[in-house]
């Protein structure tokens, strides 16, 4: 059984591990610590058996939330565990009246992109060269709540 929880400080040093073997420019720890204490900052983990299977990391922008970070832990991946989390997500969207839910991906990620598109996002923005490591383009999606 899956439950999701809030994101502590002792979650980090796995949150990490998924991190890295997630994508080719890995935040840092710092980065993850900062979340827990960010007030605009959502802040979620994923656990299976005692162990982490994934993360996500949110900021509540006025009517927006943006999502910064969705990752599973490899061995646990098309299970069901980046849809939980995302359900979890539009709920909580609704719940509080957000707008829209939007973020960005790598025109090079297409599993991302039919992840995201199959939860309801649509393609509304480009930013050409946004990834540092690869210079990929960044494809901006948006979840509209209104029409969902």
């Not at 980090?12 to 591990?17: G, Q």
């Not at 993850?32 to 162990?51: C, Q, R």
Request: aromatic content about 10%; overall charge neutral; proline content about 3%.
């Amino acid at each position: 059984m899956m439950r999701i929880r809030e994101m502590r400080s002792g979650d980090i040093p796995e949150v990490m591990l998924i991190e890295k073997e997630s994508f080719n420019d890995p935040w840092a720890e710092i980065h993850f610590y900062s979340e827990l204490y960010l007030p605009v900052a959502i802040t979620w983990v994923a656990v299976s058996t005692g162990k982490i299977a994934g993360y996500l990391c949110c900021w509540k922008i006025e009517d927006e939330l943006h999502l910064n970070n969705i990752a599973v832990r490899r061995d646990v991946r098309r299970k069901g565990v980046a849809q939980k989390m995302m359900n979890k997500l539009i709920r909580l969207a609704r719940d509080e009246g957000k707008r829209i839910i939007t973020l960005e991906v790598s025109d090079r990620n297409p599993a991302a992109i039919a992840f995201y598109e199959k939860n309801g996002f649509l393609r509304e923005g480009f930013r050409p060269n946004y990834y540092e490591h690869d210079h990929a383009n960044a494809l901006i999606l948006t979840k509209h709540m209104e029409t969902t």
